[in-house]
């Protein structure tokens, strides 16, 4: 059982250029989620998406988008990244909004 | 605006001692209190708390919530080296959005 699945696990970006973090759940879960962590600061939501065909902001928004393209599937896309993008970033999923399931994470450098 | 308190930030104790670690909260609409674990990549869950004064237990670890004081305890007992890592306390404040995380208590075991 696989869980919570995020790729890539590692990247290095320059200023300007555009990625997409792509994270799948396989517990049939309606909620997902992806968070943010920096040193000092814990984790930040981003976006989350309540249930299949919903999204909304979280607390740090600014410079991302997402798209929940399935129940399953949830990605997150930098369209310009930026220094203060430079982060670990985690998708979760759960059932009714409370206990999460965390994948194992993606270190993005922004250079 | 909510915010979860975790304190100590660190700390450093030796195999066999008992750990208590604190989260205090003030959020506008309590729901859940959560304990995560974090080692080298993704949080896992340990404990959901929404009742004051109920204990839960797993193994050695154990915790416990007082919504009058507004606050939570996390107990290891006899500590093992694999108990090292970052504790997460999250509060839900009623909603997928309404989770606020502290910035964790860095934990150290040494032999």
């Known amino acids: 059982n696989a869980g919570v699945t995020q790729t890539p696990k590692f990247q290095v970006l320059k200023t300007g250029q555009s990625m997409t973090l792509q994270c799948a759940q396989d517990?049939?879960?309606?909620?997902m989620y992806w968070y943010r962590q920096d040193p000092g600061m814990g984790l930040r939501l981003i976006y989350y998406s309540a249930s299949e065909g919903t999204t909304d902001k979280g607390e740090v928004p600014n410079g991302y988008n997402v798209s929940r393209l399935n129940k399953r599937e949830f990605s997150l896309r930098l369209e310009s990244a930026a220094p203060s993008q430079t982060s670990v970033y985690f998708c979760?999923?759960?059932?009714?909004?409370?206990?999460?399931?965390f994948g194992s994470g993606t270190r993005l450098t922004v250079v | 605006e909510d915010k979860v308190v975790q304190s100590p930030l660190s700390l450093v104790v030796h195999e066999g001692d008992t750990v208590t670690l604190n989260c205090s909260y003030e959020v506008t609409n309590f729901r859940s209190l959560l304990w995560y674990k974090q080692e080298k990549k993704a949080p896992t869950f340990l404990f959901m708390l929404?009742?004051?004064?109920i204990e839960k237990k797993s193994g050695r670890l154990s915790s416990i919530l007082d919504k009058k004081e507004l606050f939570s305890i996390l107990n290891i007992t006899a500590t093992q080296t694999g108990d090292s890592a970052v504790y997460l306390c999250?509060?839900?404040?009623?909603?997928?959005?309404?989770?606020?995380f502290g910035t964790g208590t860095k934990l150290q075991v040494i032999p």
């Open positions: 929404t009742s004051s004064g």
């Open positions: 979760a999923s759960s059932a009714q909004g409370d206990g999460y399931t």
């Open positions: 999250a509060v839900n404040s009623g909603g997928y959005q309404k989770v606020t």
């Open positions: 517990m049939n879960h309606n909620s």
